[in-house]
């Protein structure tokens, strides 16, 4: 079983930057392709970025020019650098394979406020 474990979320004020970082253990990482998801309390958990194994990347348009993904397969790792973030970013996020192929970590809360 596939563990994920998301880390680097805060408090941010808006037009901030954060990096989330996304550790996963189990070999068969570098051939999955991988996502971030964020949820937001009474809303449907949404995909807003991944990434294939040969790092081809796909963004939600709310995110797109603002977020960028990447993955280190090495390090097992997937990373989502947020720039210029809106309050509207407020939500939980988390990773996983895409489509979603494991349980889901706790998380990591992002808030973006003045």
């Known amino acids: 079983q596939v563990q994920l474990v998301e880390s680097g979320g805060g408090l941010v004020q808006p037009g901030g930057s954060l990096r989330l970082s996304c550790a996963a253990s189990g070999s068969r990482f570098s051939i999955n392709a991988m996502g971030w998801y964020r949820q937001v309390p009474g809303k449907e958990r949404e995909l807003v970025a991944s990434?294939?194994?040969?790092?081809?990347?796909n963004y939600a348009d709310s995110v797109k020019g603002r977020f960028t993904i990447s993955r280190d397969n090495p390090k097992n790792t997937v990373y989502l650098q947020m720039n210029s973030l809106k309050p509207e970013d407020t939500a939980v996020y988390y990773c996983?394979?895409?489509?979603?192929?494991?349980?889901w970590g706790q998380g990591t809360q992002v808030s973006v406020s003045s």
């Open positions: 990434i294939t194994s040969y790092s081809r990347t």
């Open positions: 996983n394979s895409v489509p979603v192929g494991t349980s």
